[in-house]
């Protein structure tokens, strides 16, 4: 057990519709990370949040948006989905995230299916 | 932008045989971190190498990070059963993190 929790375990919407995905760090982590995974694609960064901030942008599509509250759990928002979204979605923590030597503690994941 | 290349995708190898994952960054990496996901779990955090020519074991895995900081090896010495799973390679480059595309592994026992 890592310590970072992510709800749902499962998510199973239609296409066109939003979802939000919920995460909470590791006890003491300022960072969090969201990640896709696809069988294609492999991990795919899609976005940093630091103490509430936004830290760093990876592949993020503009349909999708995140946010970091000051509790510091973090929420990815998916919008107008599509097929393609179908895949898992991981969030990870990390103590700083100001680049350095960080490791980062992944959660359990969220699996994403679009019908 | 920086891209993480790493090889091969699959290994298929014998209980008691070695194994090797690669890993080349297309820019120069402040430093590499290594991971396993195991099959149906999230990545897990083996190492984190830093410095040039960086060698680190942990029991019969070797990893290794270039002198230019650009490529990082893993090797498994005698696999196990346990030792199934993919592993990714990490590098970092400024705040960011770029995953490989992971070497799954299986082994028969």
């Known amino acids: 057990d890592s310590g970072v929790t992510q709800t749902p375990k499962h998510l199973i919407t239609a296409t066109g519709q939003r979802v939000t995905l919920r995460c909470s760090p590791r006890s003491g982590d300022l960072s969090v990370y969201w990640y896709q995974q696809s069988l294609d694609q492999g991990l795919q960064f899609l976005i940093q949040?630091?103490?509430?901030?936004?830290?760093a942008k990876g592949n993020i599509l503009e349909r999708f948006s995140a946010q970091q509250f000051p509790d510091l759990h973090s929420e990815l928002n998916l919008s107008s989905l599509e097929l393609g979204d179908s895949a898992l979605y991981f969030c990870a923590s990390s103590v700083s995230g100001q680049g350095g030597t960080d490791t980062q503690y992944f959660g359990p994941g969220t699996r994403l299916t679009v019908l | 932008g920086q891209q993480v290349m790493q090889i091969p995708q699959y290994q298929h190898v014998q209980e008691g045989e070695d194994f090797t994952t690669y890993c080349n960054s297309s820019t120069t990496l402040s430093n590499i971190q290594w991971y396993k996901q195991r099959p149906g779990g999230h990545p897990v955090f083996l190492i984190q190498?830093?410095?040039?020519?960086e060698v680190k074991k942990q029991k019969r895995l070797t990893f290794q990070f270039g002198e230019a900081k650009k490529n990082s090896s893993l090797h498994i010495t005698a696999t196990q059963t346990t030792d199934v799973g993919t592993y990714f390679c990490a590098g970092r480059s400024n705040y960011k993190l770029t995953f490989g595309k992971g070497t799954l592994l299986t082994v028969n026992p």
């Open positions: 949040y630091y103490n509430g901030e936004e830290r």
């Open positions: 190498l830093v410095k040039s020519g």
